[in-house]
């Protein structure tokens, strides 16, 4: 599962046509934003929450440009949604795993995003955590934007998403969510 966003994107081989409204998605992806597990991130390098969420815009400004008013007012608007105010100043090592998970969403939040990937975004954090980062989930999908997100407990499958796809080697099952938990899909 976690494979197939990363052959979305191209950051693994794959076969076959990669398109996204119409269009190859390698000449979009300026529009995708992909979440990785945070299990992929080196906690040891010292970067501080703000600095991190602030490294999602350096895509739309560059790589040696200053934030200006617009990005500062949105990193400050990301850090209070996502309740990480107080926590701008920390090192991401010393993070809990739900804040870290915070930390990685406000920072693809700040860029302007048609797709946004998502892998494994609920695993290990706290319940308080997966409740921020669904409202803010449910914010993108009212903006019109699409999410495709890797998860496993089966048992908020209804409550979080609208559309599944049951994945065991191949797809076994597409469609909406309530039938997806029907015992003859699972």
């Given at each position: 599962?976690?494979?197939?966003?990363?052959?979305?994107i191209?950051?693994?081989?794959?076969?076959?046509?990669?398109?996204?409204?119409?269009?190859?998605?390698?000449?979009?992806?300026?529009?995708?934003t992909?979440?990785?597990?945070?299990?992929q991130?080196?906690?040891?390098?010292?970067?501080?929450?703000?600095?991190?969420?602030l490294?999602?815009?350096y895509?739309?400004?560059?790589?040696?440009?200053?934030?200006?008013?617009?990005?500062?007012?949105?990193?400050?608007?990301?850090?209070?949604e996502?309740?990480l105010?107080?926590?701008?100043?920390?090192?991401?090592?010393?993070?809990?795993?739900?804040?870290?998970?915070?930390?990685?969403?406000?920072?693809?939040?700040?860029?302007?995003?048609?797709?946004?990937?998502?892998?494994?975004p609920?695993?290990?954090?706290?319940?308080?955590?997966?409740?921020?980062?669904?409202?803010?989930?449910?914010k993108?999908?009212k903006e019109?934007?699409?999410?495709?997100?890797?998860?496993?407990?089966?048992?908020?499958?209804e409550?979080?998403?609208d559309?599944?796809?049951?994945?065991?080697?191949?797809?076994?099952?597409?469609?909406?969510?309530?039938?997806?938990?029907?015992?003859?899909?699972?």
């Amino acid at each position: 599962k976690s494979s197939m966003l990363k052959a979305f994107i191209g950051e693994f081989k794959a076969t076959g046509t990669r398109l996204l409204y119409d269009r190859p998605i390698h000449t979009q992806l300026r529009y995708i934003t992909y979440i990785p597990q945070k299990a992929q991130l080196d906690l040891d390098f010292p970067i501080k929450v703000e600095q991190v969420v602030l490294s999602g815009c350096y895509q739309d400004i560059g790589w040696f440009k200053r934030p200006e008013i617009t990005e500062r007012a949105k990193l400050n608007q990301l850090l209070k949604e996502l309740e990480l105010d107080d926590l701008r100043h920390r090192q991401i090592s010393e993070l809990s795993g739900g804040q870290l998970q915070r930390v990685l969403l406000a920072r693809a939040l700040m860029s302007e995003s048609t797709l946004y990937l998502l892998d494994e975004p609920f695993v290990g954090i706290d319940f308080h955590s997966e409740q921020i980062i669904m409202h803010q989930l449910r914010k993108l999908k009212k903006e019109g934007k699409l999410l495709l997100i890797v998860h496993h407990d089966l048992s908020k499958t209804e409550e979080y998403f609208d559309r599944v796809i049951l994945l065991n080697r191949n797809i076994r099952y597409f469609g909406d969510s309530i039938t997806a938990m029907q015992p003859e899909n699972l």
